[in-house]
């Protein structure tokens, strides 16, 4: 009889985990349609429009103009773990993302409490993104029709609303999408990514004509504790990094794109994140963003003086702001796909439409809840709770790539991580280093939830696990061999 550590950290191996993806035949339960260009711009989708298009009204009261230093630090962590996701994407890609990641190299337990993170970090994040989008769809009505949302149906409750009923209807757009296949949300995305990065060049170049030296006279008003405290609240804009990791078994020649999409997509974000946050704080002083709605398009409408680039930047960032929660809830399914193929969640959560390949009950069942989240929740709190799911995350698969080197060295590794193993460390440090200057409130939500999934795992996914029927059946076999 295996023994109870035995059980909690028994690892699941790589060969199996390809097999099932079917990475090596190219050959998956779901379908192969998605290229490098797509992937990338899955990345940049998943990424652009949550941090930039609104956290700013969240981050700069804190940081001050030293907010740029805030996406940069966020930036510099996020590109030390995106090297070290861009390995494991190559050696190991399936839907998973770092679940299997820490599944492959720490063990069962470990494990589920990484998918827990994830489930918080794609969760909490879509409906953050979605109330986000709320905001700008009253700006672009208010320009454009002169009327608004009732505050009572565009608000949390917490902040003098009854329901986020925008948020909602956004949610449920994106679940019709995703339902009809990976392919069209694919080609749908590319479409809005590409607006989007076209929006944020217009802000930056027209918001130039707003620069005055004057607002960054006080540059870090709140010192260095400020800008590592912004960059908590903004690291959650950084989950496109593990959104390409999801679709490892929805794309052409994974081992070879995945880290490549990876790569690209924290270059084109990052340059763009800099830019605008830059142009946004020297266009207007950092006292005013605070509470501050639809920032960039009220940034453009002051220095133009007029409301049409405001209205435009409103109208591109309704239209963006649609892929992020698109390609964030397309995740969350993807994760929870492959943690009912392992036995750790219901089998409901891995049944595959036949005619769109897609997982449908687990798409209705994530984007339920993630309506839920949005309505009733502001959106300061979803922003640093998805960034804890986040760091958490990425700490494991930095470690999970020092790990995996050192359990199997001739795993075929398209890309390896530059500077090992000088690079997962930093990354490890980089995560540890923004946690400890989160909340005491974000941290405890945290603590309780992560003890919600140990509590599901010793109750349901112990005696479920596939890997552990498999350990299971051998040593019936052995026995009756013996």
């Not at 990475?23 to 652009?48: C, D, H, K, P, Y």
């Not at 006292?287 to 930047?313: K, Y």
């Not at 698969?397 to 359990?407: G, K």
Request: overall charge negative.
């Amino acid at each position: 009889m295996s023994t109870l550590s035995a059980q909690l950290f028994r690892r699941k191996a790589v060969v199996e985990m390809e097999a099932e993806s079917g990475s090596e035949t190219e050959q998956s339960e779901l379908t192969r349609s998605i290229g490098l260009f797509q992937l990338t711009m899955f990345g940049v989708g998943a990424t652009i429009g949550t941090g930039i298009f609104f956290v700013l009204s969240q981050a700069v009261p804190i940081a001050g103009p030293a907010v740029v230093f805030s996406f940069l630090l966020a930036a510099v962590v996020a590109g030390l773990t995106a090297v070290c996701y861009a390995e494991l994407a190559g050696a190991v890609p399936v839907s998973g993302s770092s679940y299997s990641y820490a599944y492959a190299t720490i063990g069962e337990l470990p494990a589920m409490v990484v998918a827990g993170c994830l489930l918080l970090e794609y969760g909490v994040s879509a409906a953050a993104v979605a109330v986000g989008w709320s905001e700008y769809l009253n700006e672009l009505l208010d320009n454009t029709l002169g009327v608004r949302i009732p505050e009572a149906l565009s608000q949390a409750p917490e902040q003098g609303g009854l329901f986020n009923l925008p948020a909602v209807i956004l949610i449920g757009l994106c679940t019709l999408l995703l339902i009809r296949g990976a392919s069209e949300s694919a080609k749908v995305n590319t479409v809005m990514v590409l607006i989007k990065i076209s929006i944020l060049i217009l802000f930056i170049v027209i918001g130039l004509f707003g620069w005055n030296s004057n607002n960054l006279a006080d540059f870090a008003p709140f010192g260095v504790q400020g800008i590592t405290a912004a960059a908590g609240i903004i690291f959650f804009s950084f989950i496109g990094i593990d959104a390409v990791s999801t679709a490892g078994e929805e794309v052409k020649h994974p081992h070879r794109t995945m880290p490549l999409a990876i790569i690209f997509a924290l270059l084109i974000v990052t340059t763009l994140y800099v830019l605008v946050s830059l142009v946004a704080v020297a266009a207007q002083p950092y006292t005013q963003f605070e509470g501050q709605e639809a920032g960039l398009a009220a940034i453009l409408e002051n220095v133009v003086g007029a409301t049409w680039p405001g209205t435009l930047l409103a109208a591109g960032a309704v239209i963006s702001i649609f892929s992020v929660t698109l390609v964030v809830i397309y995740g969350q399914t993807r994760i929870l796909f492959t943690m009912a193929r392992d036995g750790m969640v219901p089998e409901l959560f891995h049944r595959v439409n036949p005619r769109t390949r897609t997982p449908v009950p687990n798409t209705i069942i994530v984007a339920a809840v993630i309506a839920l989240l949005a309505g009733l929740i502001p959106i300061n709190f979803l922003a640093e709770m998805t960034s804890v799911g986040t760091l958490v995350a990425f700490a494991v698969v930095s470690l999970a790539v020092i790990i995996l080197r050192r359990r199997e060295p001739d795993l075929p590794r398209p890309f390896k991580v530059p500077g090992y193993p000088v690079t997962p460390i930093l990354a490890i440090l980089g995560c540890l280093w923004i946690i400890k200057d989160l909340r005491i409130p974000t941290l405890l939500v945290f603590l309780i939830w992560t003890a919600v999934v140990l509590a599901w795992y010793f109750a349901y996914g112990r005696k479920h696990s596939h890997l552990g029927r498999h350990e299971h059946v051998g040593l019936i076999k052995d026995e009756q061999v013996s």
